[in-house]
């Protein structure tokens, strides 16, 4: 029998929007590089999790159901492992990201948070917003209507407004960011780090990628992009991580979106062995204790 035993929990379809096999497969291509390196990993569904059949004591998991994520908290105030951290996977809910990025001087783009119901245009006039974007503030986006461009103020208003009709109480709104998309993969605590233009590769999960349009090609520093993305995962408490930064003309890097244990889909072989040493690390710090 292995010495560790580890839960996988698969995250649930309806969170995996147009990725459902691109998420099944990096999780199971980490679980199988953790069998390799000697742990038995016994794989279990969100349903499963939520219905009380995980008794492990290590839990790996992609969790995004809002139940799965409260109970992942009560697993680690009990003192379990689990990674990633379901405080971490909640501090990546659109307000309370924006928040902590924001407050921690991770450069993000100029924000709102409102009540769906308000009257935003003043605000957004006052602020400076044209072109901007709406996203739901209460959870991880599931639908492409949870996340909106807007190419003026009078739409951000009826945008929002259907937030309001649909029963989403706030939404953050960022101002628009004009420059080249990159879209970015990393593992904390490894050197594994990948970025790509998302529109030039044609990947997509909303096919938003198209508003900024094919990239240009515009110079950044690669050492920062790095060090602003393992800020963030270190300030989010996040370690297998992924998500969007915009660079503008002058060469400024700003996250855009952050996201808890995504897809990895143009880079699976080659991050599955840095997620499997990422684990089997944090549990050796943990046997330390």
Not at 178 to 191: A, E, M, W
Not at 193 to 207: I, L, R, T
Request: aromatic share 10%; proline share 3%.
């Amino acid at each position: 029998m292995a010495e560790i035993v580890i839960a996988g929990i698969m995250r649930a379809g309806a969170y995996s929007p147009n990725h459902i096999g691109n998420d099944a497969a990096i999780f199971n291509a980490s679980a199988e590089q953790l069998r390799k390196r000697g742990c038995e990993v016994r794989i279990y569904s969100e349903e499963q999790f939520i219905a009380g059949e995980v008794k492990e004591n290590i839990i790996l998991n992609m969790c995004r159901e809002q139940r799965s994520i409260a109970l992942l908290q009560q697993y680690e105030d009990n003192g379990c492992l689990v990674i990633n951290s379901g405080y971490g996977i909640e501090n990546c809910t659109r307000e309370r990201m924006t928040r902590i990025l924001i407050g921690s001087n991770i450069p993000y783009p100029e924000s709102l948070m409102v009540d769906t119901n308000e009257a935003v245009k003043p605000a957004l006039k006052k602020a400076g917003f044209t072109s901007c974007w709406i996203k739901r503030g209460d959870f991880h986006a599931m639908h492409k209507e949870d996340v909106s461009y807007c190419r003026n103020i009078d739409e951000a208003q009826e945008v929002l407004q259907e937030y309001f009709y649909r029963g989403i109480p706030r939404a953050v709104i960022n101002k628009h960011l004009v420059g080249d998309l990159i879209k970015f993969y990393g593992v904390q605590g490894t050197p594994f780090f990948y970025w790509f233009y998302p529109f030039d590769e044609g990947h997509s999960k909303y096919g938003y990628e198209v508003i900024n349009g094919k990239s240009q090609g515009l110079k950044f520093d690669l050492k920062h992009l790095k060090a602003i993305c393992q800020q963030a995962s270190e300030t989010l408490d996040v370690k297998i991580y992924g998500g969007d930064c915009i660079v503008s003309d002058d060469g400024q890097i700003r996250i855009i979106d952050f996201n808890d244990w995504p897809s990895f889909a143009p880079c699976r072989n080659e991050a599955a062995p840095h997620i499997a040493r990422c684990v089997m690390n944090t549990i050796k710090k943990r046997l330390e204790k």
